[in-house]
Nanobody
Framework: VQLQASGGGLVQAGGSLRLSCAAS????????MGWFRQAPGKEREFVAA????????IYADSVKGRFTISRDNAVNTVYLQMNNLKPEDTAVYCC????????????????????WGQGTQVTVSS
């Protein structure tokens, strides 16, 4: 699975952005997908994940209620809608695919994800 994220940019606090992650390969619909982010000087952290069917989602506490993860398996794309952005959301955001097709566990740990796209920069000004 090859992944490419896009949609980042510069936005004022309180604003919104929608990130997209386009995947290659016909098996996309079989993989759980996740979004992670890494701020300068910090470790990469989990943001959100969605099951292969789209029926289950999980979020980091820091983004719950503000971010929404979704997917469209017909176009091999996963999205991250980010609302009410805060300066502390500034980071490089990456999408990732689970190591296993049709997995049961929807994971928040990076080691569970085997396929990573390049990041897209999100900068939130105060």
């Amino acid at each position: 699975v090859q992944l490419q994220a896009s949609g980042g940019g510069l936005v004022q606090a309180g604003g919104s952005l929608r990130l997209s992650c386009a995947a290659s390969g016909r098996a996309f619909s079989s993989y759980h997908m996740g979004w992670f982010r890494q701020a300068p000087g910090k470790e990469r952290e989990f943001v959100a994940a969605i099951s292969w069917s789209g029926s289950r989602t999980i979020y980091a506490d820091s983004v719950k209620g503000r971010f929404t993860i979704s997917r469209d398996n017909a176009v091999n794309t996963v999205y991250l809608q980010m609302n009410n952005l805060k300066p502390e959301d500034t980071a490089v955001y990456c999408c990732a695919a689970d190591r296993q097709r049709g997995g049961v566990v929807l994971a928040t740990t990076q080691t569970r994800y085997a396929y990573w796209g390049q990041g897209t920069q999100v900068t939130v000004s105060s």
